[in-house]
């Protein structure tokens, strides 16, 4: 969605950078280039105006002046306003101290409310809460059976009593929706769900009809949440909509939806500061999965390149099998072969992380191979499972087995050319090679880099300054000779070394939280 405005704030930021001190007219140019890259993104020019303004002033600054690294001081200015204006902090839902929580959504027709109902429900499901769908949307044709569908994809019940209008009755009238959703919510306290998601109807564009529909919802069953969803890819029509739905229903949050699309965007940096309500979800995908918590940080952080690795961590200790995680671990202890069985369970973990594409799109610098990860098939991982899973369980463990033959049978019955196969066998026998090394003396090219609990740690010698091993005798005395004197040598050198560790520390003194880690951080390292 923001791939555009990255790009073109990312470029404006590598003019400044080697340069010790920034005049007023780098900072003028500087600002000038930003303005144009929110106006390219559809970004309401009052938004715009009001950004570059307050980025100029602090440029302007002594914050920047004194800084020791002027253009990364600018950086750091343009972050903290992009999460100011996409609404400074993470806002959660407001959960009722008594009775059921009510979440109602409204929004245009198209914006994809029934849908996000679906993921909303399923993502409240795996909170913990027990939530009720209720079906209000009477005017739009196959409304109601729609988010039947999606209730029943999510596991969630649907509370549809009246069955809405359909293709064929277009001209019938519609039930009473306020009297609809004042049901649902009496069936949802009766049944102690916890949370009642209303979905209301939409419209091709505002009207009065629609608006005051919502308002008599609203008045009908007091939600605590008044979630208005918005197209991401409107653009600046995005801020007048909002503007509109906030004087009809005094929305409380905003929830943008397709934010996985091509378009410019600019409508997430819009409506929050427009309107002063807070961004608190982000439908990214057509799946019920594709939905997330909003992060002002996160994604001002996405924006200006600089990646979203909280949120790729949050994803992998959700879907990351601990039991497997914990095999693998005593596997390395152990010192024991990476086999092809491992790599084939690795394969199945990343998988359930979801898509890679978006997953590497999280890695900070990702906008400049973003080209090379547009073109990554995910179906790449589909062949490589497939011919993994077409070879016997011996040749999985022992793959030097592997001979032309077998080669050419793993092939025809993976679908794939040798080639392939063999391309396979080779990246795999590199990546064996490399656990190898990190089990035994830690990462490979990173001297002192300690192994894994249980390996041999230490720093590895460069094979090519290391000196060649001499010939052990064939005469068992001068054998026995060299052993004592090799044995006295490596004494002299235990003695000679340091015993603290480095840096002054002892051993088991390191505590992640005096690093200046991101808030989080030091639960992924298990501190």
Known sequence: MFNSLSDRLTATFRNLRGKGRLTEADVDATV?????????????????REFTGRVRERALGAEVSGALNPSQQIVKIVNEELVEILGGETRRIRLAKSGPTIIMLAGLQGAGKT??????????????????????????????????????????????????????????????????????????????????????????????????????????????????????????????????????VN???????????????????????????????????EGLDDFELFHPDRMASRILDMGDVLTLIEQAEKSWDKDEAARMAKKFADQEDFTLEDFLAQMQQIRNMGSMKKMLMMMPGAQNIRQQLEQFDEREIDRVEAIVRSMTPHERVAPKIINGSRRARI??????????VNGLLER??????????????????????????????????????????????????????????AEARRANAAKALPTGAAFGQQPGDFDPSQLNLPKGFDKFLGK
């Not at 801020?239 to 004087?247: G, I, P, Q, R, S």
């Open 115 to 248: 849908t996000l109902a679906g993921k909303l429900s399923k993502w409240l499901k795996a909170q913990g809460h027990s939530p009720m769908l209720v079906a209000c949307d009477l005017q739009r044709p196959n409304a109601v059976t729609q988010l039947q569908v999606v209730g029943q994809r999510a596991k969630v019940p649907v509370f549809a009593p009246h069955p809405g209008a359909t293709s064929t009755e277009l001209d019938q009238p519609a039930g009473d929706p306020v009297a609809v959703a004042r049901a649902g919510v009496e069936e949802a306290r009766q049944k102690l769900h916890d949370v009642v998601i209303v979905d209301t109807a939409g419209r091709l564009g505002v009207d009065t009809d629609m608006m005051e529909q919502a308002r008599q919802i609203r008045r009908a069953i007091v939600p605590n949440e008044v979630l208005f969803v918005i197209d991401s890819m409107i653009g600046q029509d995005a801020v007048n909509t909002a503007l509109a739905f906030d004087e009809g």
């Open 32 to 48: 000038r280039e930003i303005r144009r890259a929110l106006l390219d993104a559809d970004v309401a020019v009052p938004v715009v």
């Open 428 to 485: 795999f026998a590199q990546a064996q090679k490399m656990m190898k090394k990190m089990a035994q003396g830690g990462m490979p090219g990173m001297p002192g880099m300690p192994g894994l609990p249980g390996a041999g740690g230490g720093a590895r010698k460069n094979a090519k300054n290391a000196p060649k091993k001499k010939a052990k005798s064939g005469n068992p005395a001068k054998a026995a000779q060299e052993r004592k004197e």
């Open 411 to 420: 092939a025809r019955g993976s679908g794939v050319h040798v080639s392939e």
């Open 251 to 285: 929305f409380t949050g905003i929830v943008l939806s397709k934010l996985d699309g091509d378009a410019r965007g600019g409508a997430a940096l819009s409506v929050a500061s427009v309107t002063g309500k807070p961004v608190m979800f982000a439908s990214t995908g």
